[in-house]
């Protein structure tokens, strides 16, 4: 499943390739090449993750919350704004 991407990542003209079926790499005029990725947790709910690479270690995870794999991947495109846009 293709997650939908934030207002201010089509804005940037941000495009995502998958990596696989939960990692994404996306690249955007001047901005550098980003993975993220989701993962489910032990108790089958859902993270966040900026990556390295696309099977480099996690620079950054959000908490196991989220119940929906699109609400973990928002989550991911937060901690991708705050490391690399902001």
Known sequence: MQPTPPFWFLQRQGKMENVDTETLR???PNMAE???GIRKGADGRW???LLQAATGPELARSR????LPQAAWEAAFELHRVQHVV
Do not use: E, P
């Open 64 to 67: 196991d919350t989220y119940s």
């Open 47 to 49: 993270a966040g993750v």
């Open 26 to 28: 996306l690249t955007a």
């Open 34 to 36: 980003a993975f993220l």
